[in-house]
């Protein structure tokens, strides 16, 4: 398996947040089509419609663990340590990110968004304490 393949959840992380603008960007306009809100209140938004609060909400989160994975893939690649195991465990991650985002901007029932969050969590540790045992444990030739 080549290495580079690690950068394919990336990239696949990367849409899923260029989705989420685009809903974003929709339900703003919705809102002020609407009438539950004017152009200017998305100057300073304090004011979010609640029809995209939860939106904005999902992607402050896909900036704030998925940096996180971002780092992690990026020095499986430099180490190469980006095994068909990392690499399954990225699409994972990729996976309850997409799930979490589905579930924020749609019900956003936290029951359902916080065991997939904390499986998410789970995964991006494993791709962190698999970095680290590769640096640890140098490989047998």
């Excluded at 979010?48 to 989160?61: F, G, H, K, Q, W």
């Excluded at 019900?107 to 590769?134: C, E, K, T, Y």
Aim: charge should be positive.
């Amino acid at each position: 398996m080549s290495q580079t393949a690690i950068f394919w959840p990336m990239i696949a992380l990367t849409f899923l947040i260029y989705c989420v603008y685009a809903v974003l960007m929709l339900r703003r306009r919705q809102a002020v089509l609407s009438g539950q809100a004017s152009a200017r209140d998305f100057k300073v938004p304090l004011k979010e419609p609640e029809a995209s609060v939860a939106t904005v909400r999902n992607l402050i989160n896909l900036y704030e663990l998925p940096m996180l994975f971002y780092v992690v893939c990026l020095a499986l690649y430099a180490v190469n340590g980006a095994t068909l195991l990392a690499v399954i465990i990225a699409w994972c991650f990729v996976a309850m990110r997409v799930a979490h985002t589905c579930v924020h901007i749609t019900s956003n029932r936290l029951r359902l968004r916080q065991p997939i969050f904390v499986l998410g969590l789970i995964l991006n540790g494993a791709l962190w304490v698999m970095l680290a045992l590769h640096l640890a444990v140098p490989p047998v030739i």
